[in-house]
T-cell receptor
Framework: DVKVTQSSRYLVKRTGEKVFLECVQDMDHENMFWYRQDPGLGLRLIYFSYDVKMKEKGDIPEGYSVSREKKERFSLILESASTNQTSMYLC????????????FGPGTRLLVL | QQQVKQSPQSLIVQKGGISIINCAYENTAFDYFPWYQQFPGKGPALLIAIRPDVSEKKEGRFTISFNKSAKQFSLHIMDSQPGDSATYFCAASINAGNMLTFGGGTRLMVKP
């Protein structure tokens, strides 16, 4: 079974803090993704990585950065957290082929005060 | 602006009834359409998917219907059960690629 784990289920931070969200997958997947989930807006892609040290911007990259130093780990960084970044953050991974299934972690609910 | 529009946002169905969730898209380059199911406290998981060269795909009680000319696709859940209560997301990708565009989600509640 594919397992995608996220470092925290719940996180409370203050405006202006630097926030790190960590994601680890154990299936040697090439692709990793960060989404945010908001009611009525579905899942929106923040960043995508198709290999170590490689990244592509998704639909809403502003205010976020990512790091992928090892194949199994993909980090999302909020350089200076703002209240409008309060959301559920989901990490996913997949193989690199066509129409590959994305496997999601349980999510991190971030509250920025 | 969402490229994949999903409706309804919420749905209540009686046990044994049919649940129908609809999605519409504008980008004709989309060529792969998966549905993901998310239970509370869990991440989404792939439920069923369709390619545009077929008009229908069925897996157990779940069926995707696809209308290429109308640029619409829908999920039908037959004999809906309380265990089907979850949030459902349609999605689409271009050139069978790995980047998915998701709809806004439908929260389904099946009443016993």
């Amino acid at each position: 079974d594919v397992k995608v784990t996220q470092s925290s289920r719940y996180l409370v931070k203050r405006t202006g803090e630097k926030v790190f969200l960590e994601c680890v997958q154990d299936m040697d997947h090439e692709n990793m993704f960060w989404y945010r989930q908001d009611p009525g807006l579905g899942l929106r892609l923040i960043y995508f990585s198709y290999d170590v040290k490689m990244k592509e911007k998704g639909d809403i990259p502003e205010g976020y950065s990512v790091s992928r130093e090892k194949k199994e780990r993909f980090s999302l960084i909020l350089e200076s957290a703002s209240t409008n970044q309060t959301s559920m953050y989901l990490c996913a991974s997949s193989l690199a082929g066509m129409r590959e299934t994305q496997y999601f972690g349980p999510g991190t609910r971030l509250l920025v005060l | 602006q969402q490229q994949v529009k999903q409706s309804p946002q919420s749905l209540i169905v009686q046990k044994g009834g049919i649940s129908i969730i609809n999605c519409a898209y504008e980008n004709t380059a989309f060529d792969y359409f998966p549905w993901y199911q998310q239970f509370p406290g869990k991440g989404p998981a792939l439920l069923i998917a369709i390619r545009p060269d077929v008009s229908e795909k069925k897996e157990g009680r779940f069926t995707i219907s696809f209308n290429k000319s109308a640029k619409q696709f829908s999920l039908h859940i037959m004999d809906s059960q309380p265990g089907d209560s979850a949030t459902y997301f349609c999605a689409a990708s271009i050139n069978a690629g790995n980047m998915l565009t998701f709809g806004g989600g439908t929260r389904l509640m099946v009443k016993p």
